[in-house]
């Protein structure tokens, strides 16, 4: 029996996508997500609130046309799959962090709109952005901790 791994989230970007690239020249971006849920509670007949928010971490041609499309505060759809993953600190603590891999996405359309650019692929089917292939492993920033 395959197990099922997918999520769809709405919700408003919380920061820019930040986009990096791994020593072997893949994007990456990340950017965080704050997804609203709003409902009537019917004993004190008033509405409610409670917003969650993702990590959201998206590899490729994706990453990079996250980072090319939406800004901090944007109303996006992103369909991907839950990942946990763990990392050491500078200071040696162990952590573990549960993200969002985004397969697909965009700017959501209920409230906006949006112009379509197509981007030209090259004749092997990937993105005209070619990776100089090796490692997919992310150059860490000495100032920050992954995301």
């Known amino acids: 029996m395959a197990s099922e791994n997918n999520v769809t989230l709405v919700g408003n970007l919380t920061k820019d996508p930040d986009l990096r ?26 509405w409610e ?29 992103i369909t ?13 603590e162990k952590r573990n962090v549960t993200e969002v891999v985004a397969d697909d996405g965009g700017p959501s359309l209920r409230w906006a709109q949006a112009q379509v650019e197509k981007i030209e692929r090259d004749s092997g089917g990937s ?13 860490p920033r000495e100032d920050e901790e992954p995301f």
Do not use: H
């Open 49 to 77: 609130e409670q917003t969650s928010f993702f990590n959201i971490v998206a590899w490729g041609d994706l990453g990079e046309n996250f980072a090319a499309s939406l800004v901090k505060g944007s109303r996006a759809i």
């Open 21 to 46: 690239y791994t020593t072997g020249g893949r994007g990456v971006a990340s950017f965080g997500l704050a997804v609203n849920r709003r409902w009537m509670n019917k004993q004190s007949n008033e």
């Open 127 to 139: 993105g005209s952005r070619q990776s100089s292939g090796g490692s997919d492993r992310l150059a």
């Open 80 to 92: 991907g799959r839950l990942e946990q993953r763990s990392y050491e600190t500078k200071e040696g």
